[in-house]
């Protein structure tokens, strides 16, 4: 054999071992994952993170290793796990603000489209309009009723511009034929201070977030804006029951991978998490916190990503929202 043939040979095996190298060896997984948590500790994202990274521990023995990367408004955890290699041992947990969202607003470091892949749903969970407990306004039809009269003077909070709790009371405004003033905060919780307080007339925020308040009786719950009523707070009605039956919107939280994911993993991860979800322990746990679990398959999580992402833009479009 010649010197050029023998080049040609140790080339391809180079080549070949390379490819080894890179690719998934042996039955998957055969090393620790890490579940990237785009927030700090403590909150909904932080919640389900960690109880993914649990159950996926202690129902197949896997080491799953949860890691709190915030920042950039949960858009930093995102960019992390889109610049990952895709062999499924770097995941994340999205939701509909920073993969629906925040995208379309500020400038970030991933396309949630080509750079991320919806591996399975975990929940879903309405946004909870409340007042303080001594607001006079008594029903949602009270706050409509008053807007109407008075436009524009009506103040809700929310925890920042072009947020979930935002967009939905955007489409509220638009199912019932209001308008109300908008005051963004960073966060949740100086939003309902401000609320429990007297300086805001309302707010839209999350059921984890409102319900302890609620139960020391410092607020008071007037609809949720999913379709059906929610098992955390079950006596809060929906904004459909105030008379606008078509009205619906709920946040998502789910996990995702980078792009590239071979379709294996894809298949094995949603099927274990799907099984997941259905363990009376989990959905007692999700459902504690106002999350309704929601198993599905990829597709099915990609194609309501996509259509979540087109409705996000319209309200954006329609209602002039810009992060300053």
């Known amino acids: 054999m010649n010197r050029r043939n023998l080049a040609l040979l ?26 990237i948590i785009p927030s700090t500790p403590g909150g909904g994202t932080d919640f389900i993170g960690r109880l993914m990274s649990t159950k996926l521990a202690e129902v ?25 290699h895709p062999a499924g041992y770097d995941l994340v947990i999205g939701q509909s603000d920073n993969v629906s969202l925040i995208p379309l607003l500020m400038k970030v470091q991933y396309d949630p489209i080509k750079d991320l892949t919806p591996v399975a749903l975990v929940a879903t969970t309405p946004m909870m309009i409340v007042v303080p407990e001594n607001s006079p306004y008594k029903t949602l039809g009270d706050v409509i009723k008053a807007a109407k009269a008075a436009p524009g003077t009506i ?43 007297g300086h805001l007339a309302l707010a839209a925020t999350s059921i984890s977030s409102a319900t302890t308040l609620i139960h020391a009786g410092k607020m008071r719950a007037l609809a949720v804006t999913s379709a059906k009523r929610n098992a955390a707070v079950p006596d809060v009605p929906t904004v459909a029951e105030a008379g606008y039956k078509d009205f619906h919107f709920v946040s998502y939280y789910g996990v995702l991978a980078p792009a590239g994911l071979p379709q294996p993993i894809l298949q094995r991860l949603n099927t274990d998490l799907n099984k997941i979800l259905a363990r009376p322990d989990v959905r007692t746990a999700l459902q504690g916190q106002g999350l309704e679990p929601s198993p599905m398959s990829a597709q099915e999580f990609s194609t309501l990503i996509r259509n979540d992402i087109q409705k996000s833009k319209e309200v954006i479009q329609s209602a002039g929202i810009k992060v300053e």
Not at 16 to 22: E, F, N, P, S, V
Not at 66 to 83: I, S, V, W
Not at 174 to 183: S, Y
Request: proline share 7%.
């Open 10 to 35: 140790a080339l391809a095996a180079v080549g070949t071992l390379a490819t080894g190298a890179y690719a998934q060896s042996g039955p998957y997984p055969n090393k620790p994952i890490r579940m």
């Open 60 to 84: 197949n023995g896997w080491s799953v290793v949860p890691d709190n990367k915030p920042g950039a408004g949960t858009a930093l955890g995102l960019a992390e796990a889109a610049r990952s």
């Open 155 to 197: 103040t809700y909070g929310t925890s920042g511009t072009g947020g979930g709790a935002h967009i939905s009371m955007e489409l509220l405004q638009a199912a019932a034929g209001f308008k109300a003033q908008h005051v963004p905060y960073k966060g949740s919780t100086p939003a309902l201070a401000d609320v429990m307080g």
